[in-house]
Protein backbone atom coordinates (compact mmCIF):
# COMPACT_ATOMS: atom_id res chain seq x y z
CA UNK A 1 0.00 0.00 0.00
CA UNK A 2 1.45 3.02 -0.83
CA UNK A 3 1.95 5.81 1.86
CA UNK A 4 -0.23 8.42 -0.34
CA UNK A 5 -3.21 5.98 -0.46
CA UNK A 6 -2.80 5.47 3.55
CA UNK A 7 -3.06 8.93 4.52
CA UNK A 8 -5.95 9.14 2.43
CA UNK A 9 -7.96 6.33 4.15
CA UNK A 10 -6.58 7.57 7.29
CA UNK A 11 -7.69 11.33 6.86
CA UNK A 12 -11.53 9.87 5.79
CA UNK A 13 -11.73 7.80 8.83
CA UNK A 14 -10.59 10.41 11.55
CA UNK A 15 -12.85 12.79 9.74
CA UNK A 16 -16.24 10.57 10.15
CA UNK A 17 -14.87 9.61 13.51
CA UNK A 18 -14.87 13.73 14.66
CA UNK A 19 -17.92 13.97 12.58
CA UNK A 20 -19.64 11.31 14.53
CA UNK A 21 -18.57 12.87 17.95
CA UNK A 22 -19.53 16.14 16.80
CA UNK A 23 -22.76 14.96 15.77
CA UNK A 24 -23.80 12.96 18.84
CA UNK A 25 -23.00 16.38 21.40
CA UNK A 26 -25.02 19.29 19.52
CA UNK A 27 -28.19 19.63 20.38
CA UNK A 28 -31.25 18.18 18.79
CA UNK A 29 -34.62 18.75 18.00
CA UNK A 30 -36.87 17.61 20.81
CA UNK A 31 -38.72 14.82 18.65
CA UNK A 32 -42.42 14.36 19.30
CA UNK A 33 -44.05 11.39 19.94
CA UNK A 34 -47.80 10.57 18.75
CA UNK A 35 -49.91 9.10 20.68
CA UNK A 36 -52.26 7.03 18.96
CA UNK A 37 -56.20 8.17 19.43
CA UNK A 38 -57.41 4.89 20.81
CA UNK A 39 -55.23 4.73 23.74
CA UNK A 40 -57.13 5.61 26.58
CA UNK A 41 -55.96 7.01 29.67
CA UNK A 42 -57.17 6.56 33.32
CA UNK A 43 -57.23 9.70 35.95
CA UNK A 44 -55.24 8.71 38.64
CA UNK A 45 -54.67 10.60 42.01
CA UNK A 46 -53.24 9.93 45.09
CA UNK A 47 -55.25 9.53 48.58
CA UNK A 48 -53.03 11.74 50.31
CA UNK A 49 -53.23 14.91 48.34
CA UNK A 50 -57.14 15.09 49.23
CA UNK A 51 -56.39 16.46 51.92
CA UNK A 52 -55.17 19.86 51.08
CA UNK A 53 -58.80 20.17 49.76
CA UNK A 54 -60.82 22.38 51.90
CA UNK A 55 -64.28 20.28 53.07
CA UNK A 56 -67.39 20.69 50.97
CA UNK A 57 -65.63 22.15 47.59
CA UNK A 58 -66.74 21.02 44.42
CA UNK A 59 -66.54 21.95 41.26
CA UNK A 60 -69.56 23.10 39.39
CA UNK A 61 -69.38 23.43 35.39
CA UNK A 62 -70.69 26.62 33.63
CA UNK A 63 -74.69 27.00 33.44
CA UNK A 64 -75.48 24.66 35.78
CA UNK A 65 -77.28 24.20 39.15
CA UNK A 66 -77.18 22.09 42.11
CA UNK A 67 -78.97 21.45 45.12
CA UNK A 68 -77.43 20.24 48.14
CA UNK A 69 -78.15 19.28 52.00
CA UNK A 70 -76.07 21.48 54.45
CA UNK A 71 -76.36 21.12 57.83
CA UNK A 72 -79.38 21.50 60.42
CA UNK A 73 -81.59 20.49 57.84
CA UNK A 74 -80.69 23.08 55.65
CA UNK A 75 -80.53 23.36 51.75
CA UNK A 76 -78.04 25.01 50.25
CA UNK A 77 -78.41 26.28 45.96
CA UNK A 78 -75.23 27.01 44.19
CA UNK A 79 -75.72 28.10 40.35
CA UNK A 80 -72.85 29.32 37.89
CA UNK A 81 -74.69 30.73 34.69
CA UNK A 82 -71.34 30.95 32.39
CA UNK A 83 -70.68 34.51 31.14
CA UNK A 84 -72.08 34.13 27.16
CA UNK A 85 -75.20 32.65 27.86
CA UNK A 86 -75.88 35.31 30.99
CA UNK A 87 -74.96 38.44 28.28
CA UNK A 88 -77.13 36.35 25.85
CA UNK A 89 -79.91 36.56 27.80
CA UNK A 90 -79.60 40.63 28.94
CA UNK A 91 -79.58 41.10 24.77
CA UNK A 92 -82.57 39.42 24.88
CA UNK A 93 -84.04 41.37 27.06
CA UNK A 94 -82.95 44.21 25.74
CA UNK A 95 -83.16 48.05 26.44
CA UNK A 96 -86.57 46.90 28.80
CA UNK A 97 -85.00 45.20 31.24
CA UNK A 98 -86.37 47.13 33.99
CA UNK A 99 -89.10 44.64 34.79
CA UNK A 100 -87.51 41.83 34.01
CA UNK A 101 -85.34 40.13 37.14
CA UNK A 102 -83.02 36.80 37.88
CA UNK A 103 -84.50 35.46 40.61
CA UNK A 104 -84.46 31.80 42.36
CA UNK A 105 -87.19 29.33 43.47
CA UNK A 106 -87.20 26.57 45.34
CA UNK A 107 -90.25 24.46 44.52
CA UNK A 108 -91.50 21.62 47.44
CA UNK A 109 -93.06 18.50 46.42
CA UNK A 110 -92.99 18.63 42.38
CA UNK A 111 -96.07 20.76 43.04
CA UNK A 112 -95.55 23.90 40.66
CA UNK A 113 -97.26 26.39 42.64
CA UNK A 114 -95.80 25.74 46.10
CA UNK A 115 -92.24 27.24 45.50
CA UNK A 116 -90.11 30.09 47.52
CA UNK A 117 -88.99 32.94 45.25
CA UNK A 118 -85.71 34.78 45.96
CA UNK A 119 -84.80 37.55 43.42
CA UNK A 120 -80.67 37.07 42.71
CA UNK A 121 -78.33 40.04 41.50
CA UNK A 122 -75.69 37.93 40.47
CA UNK A 123 -75.21 34.99 37.38
CA UNK A 124 -72.85 32.90 39.94
CA UNK A 125 -73.35 32.38 43.82
CA UNK A 126 -75.19 30.82 46.36
CA UNK A 127 -78.19 30.67 48.70
CA UNK A 128 -79.06 28.80 52.45
CA UNK A 129 -83.17 27.82 53.23
CA UNK A 130 -84.58 26.79 56.08
CA UNK A 131 -86.97 24.07 54.88
CA UNK A 132 -90.06 22.75 57.39
CA UNK A 133 -90.37 19.10 56.66
CA UNK A 134 -88.90 16.22 54.89
CA UNK A 135 -89.85 15.86 51.39
CA UNK A 136 -88.44 16.06 47.74
CA UNK A 137 -87.34 19.89 46.41
CA UNK A 138 -86.05 20.98 43.03
CA UNK A 139 -84.62 24.79 42.17
CA UNK A 140 -84.81 26.80 39.32
CA UNK A 141 -82.78 29.88 38.01
CA UNK A 142 -85.10 32.16 35.60
CA UNK A 143 -86.42 35.26 34.91
CA UNK A 144 -89.33 36.88 36.27
CA UNK A 145 -91.03 39.94 34.67
CA UNK A 146 -94.40 40.90 35.68
CA UNK A 147 -96.40 37.49 36.04
CA UNK A 148 -93.95 35.48 33.41
CA UNK A 149 -91.47 33.22 34.61
CA UNK A 150 -88.77 31.72 32.04
CA UNK A 151 -86.28 29.13 33.73
CA UNK A 152 -82.85 29.44 32.58
CA UNK A 153 -81.39 26.35 34.79
CA UNK A 154 -83.17 23.48 36.67
CA UNK A 155 -81.69 21.27 39.21
CA UNK A 156 -82.34 17.93 39.99
CA UNK A 157 -84.23 16.96 42.46
CA UNK A 158 -83.22 15.92 45.68
CA UNK A 159 -84.85 14.57 48.94
CA UNK A 160 -84.56 15.37 51.99
CA UNK A 161 -84.15 13.27 54.80
Not at 144 to 151: C, F, H, M
Request: glycine content about 4%; some cysteine; aromatic content about 12%.
Amino acid sequence: MSPLLYIILLTVVLLVMLYWVLDSHSPRREQRLRVPDRIRFAFESAQELFKYLEEGEFYLPDDSIKLMPAESGQLRAYWHLSQGKWQEILKQLGTKSGDKQLVIRLYQDNNEDCYQEIPVKKPVGSYDWEVPRESPYYISLGIKSRDNYTPVLISSELKQT
